[in-house]
């Protein structure tokens, strides 16, 4: 008697591994947001560590902006927010990919695009968006220290930590 086995394509794979890291930045945005660190003018996401995960898998872009938008969405941002604030992690996550070549001592650069794209983008919605004051420059710097704190900092602690873990084998 022969019994069937479904191999695990590569497809089903990159599916499961881009949801898996969706609900997983939904699931450490809410723990950001039961301390209001979520969003505003100061912002500390904890889950913005995970855009360090394109330089090992590139299923992990689709997987961060599609948790991006429905944190935003759970959170109760507006539609400037949600849509210009996943755009701002995309633009992230495909830096990181993009900088996946780095030597292992500059791994940490891969999160750099989250950085900047975050201090351009976020400022504009908090001030269009949400009529914050301040100014772009003081926005852009109190989002900068959130993402530098849990994205550049986090991100590289979390590559660090994992990049000889077989499962993030480039």
């Not at 979520?38 to 996401?45: E, P, T």
């Given at each position: ?164 873990l077989r499962i993030f084998k480039i």
């Open positions: 008697m022969k019994r069937n086995v479904r191999r695990v394509t590569s497809s089903t794979r990159y599916l499961t591994r881009g949801a898996l890291i969706a609900a997983l930045y939904v699931g450490l945005t809410y723990v950001s947001t039961v301390f209001g660190l979520s969003s505003g003018a100061i912002q500390f996401r904890i889950s913005e560590a995970l855009i360090i995960l394109p330089i090992f898998m590139p299923e992990a872009i689709p997987g961060l902006f599609i948790g991006c938008i429905l944190s935003n969405i759970v959170s109760g941002c507006v539609l400037w927010d949600i849509v210009f604030g996943s755009i701002a992690t995309l633009i992230g996550a495909v830096g990181a990919y993009t900088l996946r070549d780095l030597p292992i001592k500059f791994k940490w650069a891969a999160t750099l695009p989250n950085l900047i794209s975050n201090m351009v983008i976020v400022p504009f919605v908090l001030m269009y968006a949400y009529g914050v004051e301040g100014g772009f420059w003081l926005l852009s710097l109190s989002v900068g220290i959130g993402e530098a704190v849990c994205g550049v900092i986090g991100g590289s602690a979390l590559y660090y930590s994992v990049k000889d």
